[in-house]
């Protein structure tokens, strides 16, 4: 299977031991996760560095602030694609190619602000540039932690992502900034071309096994769809995204709001603005430490409703506070239950889904949470216009501790010890007929013989069935029962093409197989359950003519119609 692999250790070792560093003892883990921290300064540098340019080459407030729009279109628009690319070929590639470019782009921006020709649109563009490299990076990135440590430290790992970020976050700008005084911008271009060279080379360096699918390659569109339909079929996945998206929503006040909070409601200036976001900072990093500690404490439907009532309280505290001690340690907790409802609910998402797809499933996260801090942040200025700072903080305080009652009608449920690599099926279906991977649509029927005793049983397992058939690929599911001979039952679905179909057959997992398990055993037949595969609208299969040639006659093994 395509994107699946074995590092050079053994991930697959438990230790559940090490607390919150306890994956840095992993030696690819370490050396990837040290690198990601001079990458993320990099991409703060360059957006202090850019957003200052932008000042100095146009007086427009709207392109000052498109700078920031240029960087976070490509985590919008590439990030679903790459994460089907990431799924398709070798992760530890995909990755490299998208640092790389980035770097290169990077640097080139560098030599052209050097010599004088930057223009705001030229700006704009290697923004977008920029971003889309890191945009194609990141899901191979975030798809390949469980490859690099064992299950047990995945919790953690994907925390350290997060205070890798954080940390930058922390001190990133200032620093950025202060380099932009001393050295210029061009300085500043050139540094975050550098820094993106360290993570490179502990991706290089990593000796990542790539077994290649035996099959070619999606087209990119098939691909997105079919990451689309498993996270709509997998509910885990889907109440993951769901959460994520509405939380994302009703929490983007702080960030949002942030400068109008310092000037409006602490009556300060632009070092209020740079406290505010540092102690956010602060508060990302101080509870992306308790990840693992909570989880292991926490069920991550409690946790994460604990986290949307202490968000709540904190941007209603915001609201109402006028004082900066006050709305920091709100701004704390704001920032720390953020990384702890993000991280667990990543965290959900990664145990979920089998490696065939993990990387679109967590571009879809990632589009979730950005989609909804987007809109969240339009929405809550738009409040903020109409009302005031105050009110629009209240009021997303509010919605906030609301999304915790979403648990009763859509819980997380508990990280499941379903084995979620796939699974060789150990048969091949013999085609008579010359098909191709493009030939189709191809009908699968399945037939069970069952008591009628346990009909109810049997159809129970059959609607679990539909949803593991459903999120690997099968069109048009249903299930029949004949009228005449009640303990004969067919299933059947579509797959677009053969080589669909293929594929389907390569992405069961144990956890699939076993619910197949649990349908074939009621089945009385002594041959077992037998499966039919048809040829829909079968034109080429059949001569017009008896007489007319055919030259797959003369086709050894091919038995003509």
Same mark, same amino acid.
């Given at each position: 299977m395509a994107g699946s692999a074995g590092g050079g250790q053994s991930p697959a070792t438990e230790d559940t031991g090490g607390g919150s560093f306890a994956p840095l003892r992993e030696p690819t883990f370490r050396n990837i996760w040290i690198a990601s921290l001079f990458s993320n300064f990099g991409q703060l540098f360059l957006g202090v560095g850019a957003q200052w340019e932008m000042t100095r080459l146009s007086t427009s407030a709207s392109m000052v602030a498109l700078v920031q729009t240029a960087l976070m279109i490509p985590l919008m628009l590439v990030t679903l694609p790459a994460g089907a690319i990431a799924d398709m070929f070798d992760r530890r590639r995909i *990755?490299?190619?998208? %640092?790389?470019?980035? =770097? #290169?782009?990077? +640097?080139? &921006?560098?030599?052209?602000? !050097?010599?004088?020709? $930057?223009?705001?649109?030229?700006?704009?563009?290697?923004?977008?540039?920029?971003?889309?490299?890191?945009?194609?990076?990141?899901?191979?990135?975030?798809?390949?932690?469980?490859?690099?440590?064992?299950?047990?430290?995945?919790?953690?790992?994907?925390?350290?992502?997060?205070?890798?970020?954080?940390?930058?976050?922390?001190?990133?700008?200032?620093?950025?900034?202060?380099?932009?005084?001393?050295?210029?911008?061009?300085?500043?271009?050139?540094?975050?071309?550098?820094?993106?060279?360290?993570?490179?080379?502990?991706?290089?360096?990593?000796?990542?096994?790539?077994?290649?699918?035996?099959?070619?390659?999606?087209?990119?569109?098939?691909?997105?769809?079919?990451? *689309?339909?498993?996270? %709509?079929?997998?509910? =885990? #996945?889907?109440? +993951?995204? &769901?959460?994520?998206?509405? !939380?994302?929503?009703? $929490?983007?006040?702080?960030?949002?709001?942030?400068?109008?909070?310092?000037?409006?409601?602490?009556?300060?200036?632009?070092?209020?603005?740079?406290?505010?976001?540092?102690?956010?900072?602060?508060?990302?990093?101080?509870?992306?430490?308790?990840?693992?500690?909570?989880?292991?404490?926490?069920?991550?439907?409690?946790?994460?409703?604990?986290?949307?009532?202490?968000?709540?309280?904190?941007?209603?505290?915001?609201?109402?506070?006028?004082?900066?001690?006050?709305?920091?340690?709100?701004?704390?907790?704001?920032?720390?239950?953020?990384?702890?409802?993000?991280?667990?609910?990543?965290?959900?998402?990664?145990?979920?889904?089998?490696?065939?797809?993990?990387?679109? *499933?967590?571009?879809?996260?990632?589009?979730?949470?950005?989609?909804?801090?987007?809109?969240?942040?339009?929405?809550w200025g738009m409040v903020a216009s109409a009302q005031d700072v105050a009110f629009a903080l209240v009021a997303s305080g509010i919605a906030v501790g609301a999304t915790s009652l979403l648990g009763v009608l859509l819980p997380i449920g508990q990280d499941s010890d379903a084995d979620l690599d796939t699974v060789e099926i150990g048969y091949e279906p013999e085609a008579t007929l010359p098909l191709t991977l493009r030939s189709g649509p191809v009908v699968v029927e399945v037939e069970y013989d069952v008591d009628p005793g346990l009909a109810r049983e049997f159809y129970a397992v059959m609607m679990t069935m539909q949803r593991v058939r459903k999120r690997i690929g099968a069109f048009d599911w249903s299930i029949a029962r004949d009228i005449e001979n009640l303990a004969l039952w067919t299933e059947r679905y579509h797959c677009p093409t053969w080589g669909d179909y293929l594929r389907m057959r390569d992405r069961y997992t144990q956890a699939d197989y076993d619910i197949q398990a649990q349908a074939d055993a009621f089945n009385r037949s002594d041959h077992g359950r037998r499966v039919r595969r048809r040829l829909e609208r079968p034109f080429g299969s059949v001569r017009w003519k008896a007489e007319s040639y055919d030259p797959r006659q003369e086709t050894i093994g091919y038995i003509a119609p």
């Open positions: *990755a490299m190619t998208g %640092l790389a470019f980035s =770097a #290169v782009s990077a +640097a080139v &921006l560098a030599a052209i602000t !050097f010599l004088g020709l $930057t223009t705001p649109w030229v700006l704009l563009a290697f923004c977008v540039l920029i971003g889309g490299g890191v945009a194609l990076f990141s899901p191979s990135w975030q798809a390949s932690i469980p490859e690099q440590v064992s299950r047990a430290h995945l919790p953690a790992a994907v925390a350290l992502g997060t205070i890798s970020y954080n940390v930058a976050r922390s001190f990133g700008p200032a620093l950025g900034g202060l380099i932009v005084v001393v050295y210029g911008v061009k300085a500043v271009f050139g540094m975050t071309s550098l820094l993106y060279l360290p993570l490179l080379a502990a991706f290089f360096f990593w000796k990542r096994r790539h077994v290649p699918s035996r099959l070619p390659p999606e087209r990119i569109d098939r691909a997105i769809l079919t990451g *689309a339909r498993y996270a %709509l079929h997998a509910p =885990a #996945v889907r109440t +993951a995204l &769901l959460r994520v998206l509405v !939380f994302g929503l009703s $929490t983007a006040t702080a960030s949002a709001l942030a400068p109008l909070i310092a000037k409006d409601l602490l009556a300060g200036n632009a070092a209020t603005f740079g406290i505010l976001l540092g102690a956010q900072g602060v508060g990302a990093v101080a509870g992306a430490l308790f990840v693992s500690q909570l989880r292991a404490a926490l069920p991550t439907e409690w946790a994460v409703r604990l986290f949307a009532v202490g968000t709540g309280i904190a941007l209603v505290i915001t609201g109402l506070s006028h004082s900066l001690v006050l709305t920091c340690a709100a701004f704390l907790v704001v920032g720390a239950c953020n990384i702890l409802t993000i991280a667990m609910l990543n965290v959900s998402v990664q145990m979920s889904a089998p490696r065939w797809v993990t990387a679109r *499933a967590l571009s879809l996260f990632s589009s979730a949470i950005t989609a909804g801090i987007g809109i969240g942040a339009w929405a």
